[in-house]
């Protein structure tokens, strides 16, 4: 009996596993911060460095005024005949203090407003200090002890504006700012090309390893560096002794099934000539069981020509258009009356064609034997599923089964060779080889086949092929 379904969306991925660190990103992270941070150090450096030689040029100047304004204290009082302290500048000042803080002069273009004195105490003369200018703009002063033209000491400071020199120090700051800033984000890009030229290496080594089977012999690049030869000789040794290894298991099992095919069918068939000609009860329960063994060796044997011919590459797949729709039609057709005859439902939803790319032989036999395999071990009266439908990449198929008494743990053996739960043993229609040979015919297809457990239910999933 098969039930439609509506179009199933698409089944959810397998738990993903944690996030594994990537050398790349690691190493590509490290050097940006490294590069960030030493760049950073020099802005600081050089920042220092430039504050340091304007306020020498500054403080340069001052002292030279300075001079100046006290060489013309000293000859002229405090009628100075200098244009920049008259009443239309404003950027310079000068005041004359006695040793006891008051003022004995200013310059005219003060207005009568004294030079704040350095603080008591900071250090001795001259002194660089900043402060406010009487006409409120940021300045730069200096004070130094002053002789007057009686002999009297006394502290003269001289200020001058510093909006000029602050608009080069933010200029320079930017330029810096600029300057360091591309020189990071070129550094960074730097980074990050030359550490993924650097793993290039590894990825060309990764697609040749990926490439060796066990016919093919590990050909590692010669341009590797020094640093990775020893690690490249040891894994070429480790996958030749595996692929040898893989051989001799294959050369194996191809010559044991050559070698006993025929004894085992001379052994069936002698069975099943004596058995209607044997009454005793017994003897006949001995040749009923002699039969089943012969019947599951065979197929044993079949499995393993079947794998042995196609993991060596003497089947290969061709590529040619077919309708998987309508090919699962007729599996389905023919496995009509097992479904009946163990009271399973079918669940199925099938597009009315779905033309796609592959061996439509090798396909038949991949879903057949996922069938055949959801038939036998679903529990009576239960339900089949089988569902077919497009996604953007490609047909996606799954075929699934209710399975009340499997692990998770067990699904992660499906497709090795010979594998059955404890307890359970071969049958005359199961040898343990069905999903081994799945998952030969899978990789063989280059198509994705995954198994998964979700609330008791086994999902064989296929795909995507691709569209036609």
Do not use: K
């Amino acid at each position: 009996m098969s039930t439609p379904l509506p179009t199933p969306t698409e089944p959810p991925p397998r738990a993903a596993r944690g996030r594994d660190w990537s050398l790349r990103r690691r190493l590509a992270w490290q050097l940006a911060l490294a590069a960030g941070a030493v760049l950073a150090l020099l802005f600081v450096l050089l920042d220092t460095l430039i504050d340091r030689e304007i306020y020498a040029h500054l403080d340069q100047g001052l002292t030279l005024r300075a001079e100046v304004i006290a060489h013309s204290l000293q000859r002229h009082g405090a009628d100075l005949p200098l244009a920049d302290y008259q009443e239309d500048g404003h950027t310079e000042f000068y005041t004359l203090f006695d040793r006891d803080g008051r003022v004995l002069a200013t310059s005219p273009n003060s207005h009568g407003l004294a030079l704040p004195r350095p603080a008591p105490g900071a250090g001795a003369l001259p002194r660089y200090y900043d402060a406010r200018l009487p006409d409120g703009h940021a300045g730069r002063l200096l004070a130094l002890a002053q002789v007057d033209a009686d002999g009297r000491p006394g502290v003269l400071a001289v200020g001058t504006e510093r909006a000029h020199w602050d608009s080069v120090e933010r200029r320079v700051h930017m330029l810096l700012a600029s300057g360091i800033a591309l020189a990071l984000v070129v550094v960074v890009l730097l980074s990050l090309w030359l550490v993924g030229r650097s793993f290039g290496l590894l990825e060309r080594l990764r697609a040749q390893v990926a490439g060796v089977d066990a016919d093919t012999p590990a050909r590692l690049p010669d341009d590797l560096p020094a640093e990775l030869h020893p690690f490249a000789q040891a894994l070429q040794a480790g996958v030749e002794r595996l692929r040898l290894a893989l051989q001799r298991e294959r050369r194996f099992a191809r010559d044991v099934a050559h070698e006993l095919r025929t004894p085992v069918a001379e052994i069936r068939a002698s069975a099943e000539a004596a058995l209607p000609q044997v009454q005793e009860v017994p003897a006949r329960q001995a040749l009923q069981a002699s039969l089943e063994a012969s019947q599951r060796m065979q197929r044993s044997i079949e499995s393993l020509l079947t794998l042995a011919r196609i993991e060596s590459g003497l089947e290969r797949p061709s590529t040619d258009p077919f309708d998987l729709g309508a090919l699962l039609r007729t599996l389905l057709d023919a496995a009509a009356p097992r479904l009946q005859a163990r009271a399973l439902e079918l669940a199925d939803t099938l597009p009315n064609s779905a033309w796609c790319m592959g061996d439509a032989g090798m396909l038949e036999r991949l879903a057949s034997n996922l069938l055949d395999n959801a038939i036998e071990y679903a529990p009576p009266a239960s339900r089949v599923r089988v569902h077919l439908w497009r996604t953007p990449d490609g047909w996606r198929l799954v075929v699934g089964n209710s399975a009340p008494g499997l692990a998770e743990a067990d699904v992660a053996y499906f497709g090795e060779r010979f594998w059955r739960r404890e307890g359970e043993g071969g049958t005359a229609l199961h040898a343990g080889l069905g999903l081994a040979l799945c998952r030969a015919l899978a990789d063989a297809l280059a198509v994705p086949l995954e198994f998964a457990l979700e609330d008791g239910q086994l999902q064989a999933r296929i795909g995507p092929l691709p569209v036609l």
